[in-house]
């Protein structure tokens, strides 16, 4: 019908019938196109009783309509309004008509578009095309889909999607009303690897009434259980670095502060909160004065919050810790003091309540490795940077001017003096350093989790857990802590839930410091004091 | 000139006492939200929607001849400071009426206090049920109102037709009553105890990496599985962050919350959230003159005080709207009491109505001292609004003690007088 309106001469009873059955098309640009989809058809799809557009769909798909392909990726990308009872494409980068309705799409009708969708590429000539429809589908194989996986499996010439489409072809006879074909279907499926077959066979096991498909299934089960095994190990090892990770950022400015100069710095905290404000504050900047690289602005954060850390440490150190040196207790009211007066400080800058601190782009979503096994790219980022900021300071702890003065200054304080060190300046540049890696770790901090006045809060019992079980003194110790802390939380956290596994390692932290109160990895000898 | 000074003295004393002889020429509404700390994300905006209404009722002319005057507290999402706030209002600020809470933690925590000094508040969030005191007025959601309609979505063949429940919430007590009725609840529907996992975290958990890992692991062991989140407060913004970036699609595993509305959407790029559902009795996205007027009022006020965040970009919410209807509801009783007594209040509180922005005209029960609500189930869209997928087709009566719990059996559907 539709090709009429493509047609030069249309009658006015033809645009009569035209409106009358809906299809306003609202061809913007004069984009004619082919339709052969009903408007009908089209209207039923688009809005309407779940089951009743459903169906709609399903005979759309059957008829084998060119049209359909190009409506619902108009429905799914929202280009499509109701009014009156009619289905109008918009066309892109037109203005809907106000008065329409957008239709409703619910997870169900996503669902059944998606798969028609694909359905319709599983034809196509493009292989990459091919590829995506069938990864898509391979959540939706079921019974009625059949002839269509057999149809394309019949046109596909290449080796590694035929193997795909046999397993799709498997799962949908595992329907099959011949315990042969089911036997058979259940065996062919045994080399797979993808949960969701798993969870199409268990439901088929329930209702399996031969003998010989049950056992059949229930191997095929269990060897795909067996793979999928692997995948949830990596994915809970993978969890526990990570985690690993952020508590060792979290923990390494403190293995300075607290491990080499012996400052209980309850402000530590704090420090990544600044770190963290400072990215926020050189994102807003970006998004005020550069909103098109705004993908690049944790380049600028990174050092802007190592710089705001590090002076806020080092004003830290010269104001107050400096007199304080060899006193614990009081250096411990007065951090914490300075903690108080840092929270409130953005508290009145910035709000009692969390800014929002947005991933850019290339930190969103994950590498699915494995169907079960997603690496989320920030969490690989934070590993990654946790790994560079650990042999960054080792080297240079361990390789310059600045560490030796400081190993020499932490360790023997009246010598490093009399060989001319100036021992106060060293002070202040090693706090500057400890609080300048903190900000670095309450930057990265930004990226997974929320920024607000008491982010520190939360952290700073952590932070000193790592430094305290991995022996005060040890950067190596404090790796190990932080990476062994992480996998332990997260193994328990699987086991017995996310409250539970909190106290189970605060207990466990108490027992350790019990019988080494120095630590896991303490120092020998007399070195310690 | 010893006298003349003492005779002045008098008479500026009684001055300043005039005033307090008088009970002053304002009444006074404690308003008792959390503005700092992990509930803070959701709660601030309460505090600013009741001072809009305050605005607007004084507007008007304010009540029985006199202004109202707004006295702000922060509790800091810190539960015994609630308590503590809420005796400063009543005994120190004599205020008439207290607007807040947003936890079941913290309303239990202020509870004895208004009981005690039998005060009034109003409590505008969904909750568990299991508590009827005549002291609270709840303008939220009772189990039945959002709970039990969500889960019966997510079961039906337009939800998704699951038969597996993962249920996942912050560890106090909504989270675990609620989560105690729906099994009850889909025990009552067939379904066992091997098909539910349940599984909290603490308030302010940011690592979701290993309950997103689980979820994946218990829906790959069988039929259609889904979430049911109960989680509160800025944990929401890491838990979909992880499931967004882990690729747990709504088409697979539909994630269904109770405590995640516009607002605490906000932070979160919801393109990958797409489908992911909430159930509420209040949209923005409803359509409606009531509704455009609400958030029309509620934009103006934004940009005219400077919200930070809403003046850019204004969002409503349900809580938001339920705070509107109970202060404007508790107007109408000051109105028809001819006082602010609580007792009286009470009483004239009993059946009022009045149009909800959701559309409906909302009407306080005679006798429960709930609102009688319709039910909307949304969609997350990708620019962080909900899509309507849902609704009850008229308001529905609350139902504080769930009948899905057995010693439930006979309790009286009014609070002990």
């Given at each position: 019908m539709l090709r009429a309106l493509g047609a030069a001469r249309v009658s006015l009873a033809w645009i009569f019938m035209i409106k009358r059955l809906l299809?306003?098309?609202?061809l913007a640009l004069g984009a004619v196109s082919a339709w052969a989809l009903s408007p009908e058809l089209a209207s039923r799809i688009a809005a309407g009783e779940g089951d009743d557009r459903v169906a709609a769909l399903q005979q759309a798909l059957a008829a084998g309509d060119e049209s359909l392909g190009p409506f619902l990726r108009a429905l799914q990308d929202g280009r499509v309004r109701v009014k009156g009872g009619q289905a109008l494409v918009i066309a892109e980068g037109v203005m809907a008509p106000a008065d329409a309705e957008e239709p409703m799409l619910n997870n169900r009708m996503r669902r059944e578009i998606e798969a028609a969708l694909a359905g319709l590429d599983?034809?196509?000539?493009d292989r990459a095309t091919r590829a995506k429809a069938l990864a898509t589908l391979r959540d939706a194989a079921?019974?009625?889909k059949l002839a269509l996986f057999e149809k394309a499996l019949a046109a596909e010439s290449d080796g590694e999607l035929r193997s795909q489409l046999n397993s799709l072809v498997a799962g949908a006879k595992l329907?099959?009303?011949d315990p042969g074909q089911r036997r058979a279907a259940a065996a062919e499926l045994a080399g797979s690897a993808d949960p969701a077959t798993r969870a199409l066979l268990l439901e088929k096991l329930g209702a399996e009434t031969d003998p010989g498909a049950k056992v059949a299934m229930q191997r095929t089960v269990d060897n795909i259980g067996a793979r999928l095994a692997w995948g949830e190990r990596a994915q809970l090892l993978f969890s526990g670095l990570s985690l690993g990770s952020v508590l060792l950022l979290v923990a390494l400015g403190l293995a300075i502060?607290?491990?080499?100069?012996?400052v209980i710095n309850m402000a530590h905290g704090e420090l990544l909160m600044v770190g963290a404000y400072a990215t926020y504050c050189v994102q807003q900047g970006f998004r005020a004065w550069a909103p098109g690289a705004f993908d690049y602005y944790l380049w600028v954060a990174l050092p802007a919050s190592f710089l705001a850390a590090a002076l806020v440490g080092a004003a830290m150190e010269r104001t107050v810790i400096r007199w304080l040196y060899g006193r614990p207790l009081e250096t411990l009211l007065a951090t914490w003091g300075i903690s108080l007066v840092l929270m409130q400080a953005v508290r009145t800058l910035f709000g009692a309540q969390n800014v929002a601190v947005e991933n850019p782009s290339w930190l969103s979503g994950g590498w699915a490795l494995l169907p079960n096994f997603t690496l989320p790219y920030n969490r690989l980022a934070i590993l990654a940077f946790a790994a560079l900021v650990l042999v960054g300071m080792a080297l240079l702890l361990a390789k310059t001017r600045l560490g030796l003065m400081v190993r020499g200054v932490t360790q023997n304080r009246r010598m490093a003096a009399c060989v001319g060190v100036n021992t106060a300046r060293v002070d202040t540049l090693a706090f500057a350093l400890g609080s300048g890696i903190a900000g670095l770790a309450g930057c990265a901090l930004s990226q997974i989790g929320n920024v607000g006045p008491d982010l520190g809060q939360s952290y700073i019992v952590d932070a000193f857990m790592v430094v305290v079980l991995g022996g005060v003194g040890q950067l190596a110790g404090t790796v190990y802590a932080g990476l062994g802390l992480g996998v332990l939380s997260k193994l328990l956290e699987g086991w017995q839930g996310a409250v539970l596994a909190k106290i189970a390692l605060l207990m466990l932290l108490v027992l350790v410091i019990q019988k080494k109160p120095q630590g896991l990895f303490a120092l020998k000898g007399r070195a310690v004091e | 000139m010893l006298r003349r000074s003492a005779l002045a003295l008098a008479a500026a004393a009684s001055l300043f006492a005039a005033p307090a002889a008088f009970a002053a020429d304002t009444i006074k509404v404690g308003v008792l939200h959390?503005?700092?700390?992990?509930?803070a994300i959701s709660e601030t905006v309460l505090k600013d929607t009741v001072l809009m209404a305050i605005d607007e009722i004084n507007a008007k002319g304010g009540l029985l001849g006199k202004k109202l005057e707004p006295v702000v507290v922060d509790p800091a999402s810190n539960w015994p400071l609630f308590a503590e706030k809420a005796k400063q209002l009543i005994?120190?600020?004599?205020?008439?009426v207290v607007f807040g809470c947003w936890t079941s933690v913290s309303r239990k925590s202020v509870l004895p206090v208004f009981e005690q000094t039998n005060s009034l508040l109003f409590y505008p969030v969904q909750y568990e049920g299991e508590e009827l005191s005549k002291n609270v007025f709840y303008t939220g959601a009772a189990p039945n109102q959002q709970a039990i309609p969500a889960v019966e979505y997510l079961m039906s063949k337009d939800g998704g037709g699951a038969k597996r429940f993962v249920l996942l919430g912050?560890?106090?007590v909504y989270p675990r009553t609620t989560n105690k009725i729906l099994r009850a609840f889909l025990h009552s529907k067939g379904?066992?105890?091997?098909?539910i996992i349940e599984d909290y975290t603490p308030f302010?958990?940011?690592?979701y990496q290993s309950i997103i890992a689980k979820i994946k692991k218990f829906a790959a062991e069988g039929k259609k599985t889904a979430v049911v989140s109960t989680i509160n407060g800025d944990s929401n913004v890491p838990f979909y962050k992880e499931l967004g970036n882990q690729g747990l699609k709504a088409t697979d595993v539909p994630v269904v919350a109770f405590s995640v509305g516009e607002e605490e959407l906000?932070?979160?790029?919801t393109k990958p959230l797409q489908g992911h559902l909430a159930a509420w009795?209040?949209?923005?996205?409803i359509k409606g003159s009531a509704n455009d007027a609400f958030i029309k009022k509620w934009s103006d006020y934004a940009k005219a005080k400077g919200i930070a965040g809403h003046k850019d970009k204004p969002l409503t919410n349900d809580p938001m709207e339920a705070t509107y209807i109970g202060i404007n509801m508790w107007a109408q009783a000051v109105k028809k009491a001819g006082s602010t007594d609580t007792d009286k209040v009470i009483a004239a509180m009993a059946g009022q109505t009045f149009p909800a922005p959701s559309g409906i005209t909302s009407k306080m029960d005679e006798k429960n001292h709930h609102l009688h609500k319709s039910v909307f189930i949304g969609e997350v869209k990708a620019d962080g609004q909900f899509n309507v997928v849902w609704k009850t087709p008229g308001p529905v009566k609350a139902q504080?003690?769930?009948?899905?719990?057995?010693?439930?059996?006979?309790?009286?559907d009014e609070p002990a007088k």
């Open positions: 299809l306003g098309w609202l599983l034809l196509s000539k079921d019974a009625s329907s099959s009303a502060t607290y491990g080499l100069m012996g | 959390s503005l700092s700390g992990t509930m005994s120190q600020d004599k205020v008439a912050t560890d106090y379904i066992t105890d091997a098909d302010g958990h940011a690592d906000r932070g979160v790029d009795n209040y949209f923005m996205s504080p003690w769930s009948p899905f719990i057995p010693e439930n059996k006979g309790k009286k």
